[in-house]
């Protein structure tokens, strides 16, 4: 059984950093891309960042220079560095990992998620 396991979470203030760490156990395909989104309070789901089996990364507009995604030196572990945080960074923050399934067609997995408030 395949499961994501995201930590990190808390509550910061303005300025502050954290750093979110996923976990992936039971995962046998190979892993096409790793990637953190967000869900703020009434808003839709919007994708943070991704890091591709090429290493190449990618960032949405708002966290570019502030966030860096990495991976672990496990093959199964990616990392969201977020600094200067801002209020409206407050979300809850998916890990989800994109493999590719023995006949070539991608498959997503989804963590639980973790809480992230920023607050003065």
């Known amino acids: 059984q395949v499961q994501l396991r995201e930590s990190g979470g808390g509550f910061v203030q303005p300025g502050g950093s954290l750093r979110l760490p996923c976990e992936g156990a039971?995962?046998?395909?190979?892993?096409?891309?790793m990637r953190w989104h967000r869900r703020a309070p009434g808003k839709q789901r919007e994708l943070v960042a991704a890091?591709?089996?090429?290493?190449?990364?990618q960032y949405a507009n708002s966290v570019k220079g502030r966030f860096t995604i990495s991976r672990g030196d496990t093959k199964n572990t990616v990392y969201l560095q977020m600094n200067t945080l801002k209020p409206e960074d407050t979300a809850v923050y998916y890990c989800?990992?994109?493999?590719?399934?023995?006949?070539?067609?991608?498959?997503?997995?989804w963590g639980q998620g973790t809480q992230v408030s920023v607050s003065s």
């Open positions: 890091i591709l089996s090429s290493n190449s990364t």
């Open positions: 039971g995962i046998i395909f190979s892993i096409y891309a």
């Open positions: 989800n990992f994109q493999v590719r399934t023995p006949n070539g067609l991608p498959y997503d997995y």
